[in-house]
DNA sequence: CGGGGGTTTGACGAACGTCAATCGGGGTGG
DNA sequence: CCACCCCGATTGACGTTCGTCAAACCCCCG
């Protein structure tokens, strides 16, 4: 589904840019320019490899990805989801080896962010750069209320608390709207993000759907009740623009 | 334990810096010069809120602090530990909002580190520019390792899986050697960093001693049978100097 | 008309949380 | 020096959440 053919593939990257920062008319001219390099993914390829020193850099055009560890036994966890629009490898300090793998979790079209990279090293990019490093911290901030849903939420508070996330995390890059969304993810994969079993994220979904908190049909999520949702999940409550509520 | 007057304060963070890049001499004696605005902190004391914009960067001396976030009702989880020679918002790229609160766990001393970013800043100390970068790439590692724990390990390998890392993390600080050091965590601490009930904190501290696999008291770890420990818990074996293990 | 991957369901058991009481040790005031 | 106190550690009983195993189901595709 997300592998239509765009007419304006780069649309998900500039309107997620354009939420961390206001960028120029040179600067949306160098991103729409990125044509060169593009890339097609199957589902399940590794798109990069733990520990790998210069994985070069990408935006995600379309499909989703998912950064993970795989550890000897077989057990999976995943840290997060990449979804189109996200930077891949972008970190401005570059040539470090990258912990944890990204793997391709639909059919996935990313594209090479070098010259993005350069212009920003050039110092010709500003709010560029800006942006870029404001989707660092966001990421960093993602990471850290994963921790918090896996380490102190019950598990329907962890589906709905990740729902709650994908939502705004996709209505930003141009997909679906405040309640609706795709979402292209098998239960075992939610399963390996959330750390529960397949069998238990199911029942949990169908707990929510019983509630009429969600639908959840071919691939496409829907929130009926937000709100309830967030107060049920302690999901902190943000405007999509700043993502940061305040407390006093 | 910990707070017991040092005759040289700053030596744990430059064993820490030191075991990330070979420094200079004068970045040493930069380090070394680090006197002014040595704070004491008691127990419970926030060092950094949530949210703020310009916490000023600072090293660990003594003590432990944790990076922690609360929710409303109550919640607490633990990201992580920060323990002497680590430092504290030095983010080498400054004035980002932090998120998740930095509280004292024991008493603590700090030392301000504007010296040593300003001269990184100047561009007089590459290689403190390339172990604070080293360490900041780290503290991602030791996050995603935290992600792991809460996921996909069991209360039994969370436990020794996190007394794996922080036996490691203090012996390259100066504290303790390979097998013992020390702990000033109670129980409810341990159980807000690993997502668990203080009971079954407690159960599984007593089932690792039953089996002889560590000891504890009043402060102080004994982990008994290092490599045993590690191959239960999932823990990578790898080297003090470069902890990355090889793979292939 | 079969396959095959993903979903759903039931039965059962293990892991983990909660409640509540007790214990133990180090500090402190008398 | 001693009695008291308080916080943290420990223990038992019990309940719930969540995992495992296994089977059925469903739907999309070839």
Redesign the pocket.
Known sequence: MTGRFAPRPLEPVLRRLRTLASLSDEEVLLVRALTERRERHPPGEILVHEGETAPYPRFVISGWAARQRVLQDGRRQIFGFLVPGDPIALGLRTAEPVMGSVAAITAMETIDAEPVLNAIHGGDAPQLAAALAQAEQIERGLLLDHVVRLGRL???ERVAHLLLELQQRLEIAGYGDAHRFPLP????IL?DAL????????????QLRRERLIE?R?GVAILLQRELLASLAAYPVAEVPSKRAASA
Chains 1, 2 share one sequence.
């Open positions: 019950t598990a329907y993810l098998t239960q075992e399963a750390g529960l079993s397949i069998v238990h994220v199911n029942r949990t979904l169908q959840l071919s």
